[in-house]
Structures are given as structure tokens and as C-alpha cells.
């Protein structure tokens, strides 16, 4: 089972609230201090400070970190790199969904498109950067 993608942020409330929209509900919050060498040593950073969050939903986990130290870089990458590409979601009202999250930051570089067995489907970016894919199929 799939028990949580983690998302390094700037901004843990803002991405809280992001994701609050995607239906995911806060469960756990918790930081830890600078020179904490347990989460040191897993994360393999020579030094971190962080606040975190789990948010549940859809039968996984989004856990959130945003780093005091070290400073977090921002550097959205083109899909066709190797790593994470996007997550998907599927929609029941694809207009409605799109109107609701860009409300909540997130941005769109095109309209839904529609492919031949009537799915309508978009992709866009999270206030973090993360691709994100909204799929409504016919009914």
C-alpha cells in the first residue's frame, strides 16, 4: 500500500490549505530543531529544521515539510525529466474542480482537452510547482 508522497514546501498553512482542496484532511502536524541527528541521518541532510503535516485522503497521504534549514530552492522541472512526473485525480465536475483550485493557487497552461473515449482531462501546476492532473471521465 501506498502509505504517503512527501512535498517539500515554502509554505506549510498555503499548502495545507492547497491540498484541503484536493480532499485531503490534516491529520498530524510536528517540527523538529536543527541538529536532530535521527531525521538527519533518514533524510540525509547534514543539518535540517523543518515543520511538517500529514494530510490524509483518497486512501493515501500527502506529508508536507517545509524546511527552515537548509533553505529549500524552487526549480519546477519539465515532464519529460526523470522522477515524478504528476499525480492524478479524478473529477466529477471538471470546470468546478479547475474554478476551485486556481482560487487556490494553482495554475493551468491550457484548457481540458477531450480524447476519444470522452475523457476530459487538464493539467497544471500546484502553488508549490507540482504537476497535477484532473481527469473527469463520461458518465
Known amino acids: 500500500a501506498v502509505l504517503h508522497t512527501a512535498v517539500s514546501t515554502a509554505d506549510l498553512d498555503g499548502s495545507i490549505d492547497f491540498w484541503q482542496q484536493l480532499g485531503f484532511a490534516e491529520t498530524r502536524r510536528w517540527e523538529w530543531p536543527a541538529g536532530t541527528q535521527v531525521v538527519n541521518q533518514l533524510l540525509d541532510l547534514p543539518d535540517s529544521a523543518a515543520r511538517a503535516a500529514l494530510m490524509e485522503g483518497h486512501g493515501t497521504g500527502i506529508e508536507l515539510f517545509e524546511f527552515s ?61 507540482l504537476v497535477i492532473e484532473l481527469v473527469q471521465h463520461p458518465v
Do not use: C, K, N, Q
Open 69 to 129: 534549514v537548509p533553505h529549500p530552492g524552487r526549480l519546477p522541472e519539465p515532464l519529460h525529466r526523470i522522477g515524478y512526473t504528476h499525480m492524478a485525480f479524478s473529477s466529477d465536475d471538471l470546470d468546478a474542480d479547475m474554478g476551485r483550485l486556481r482560487d487556490a493557487g494553482m495554475t493551468f497552461w491550457e484548457d481540458p482537452v477531450e480524447d476519444s473515449a470522452g475523457r476530459r482531462m487538464v493539467y497544471g501546476r500546484s502553488p508549490e510547482g
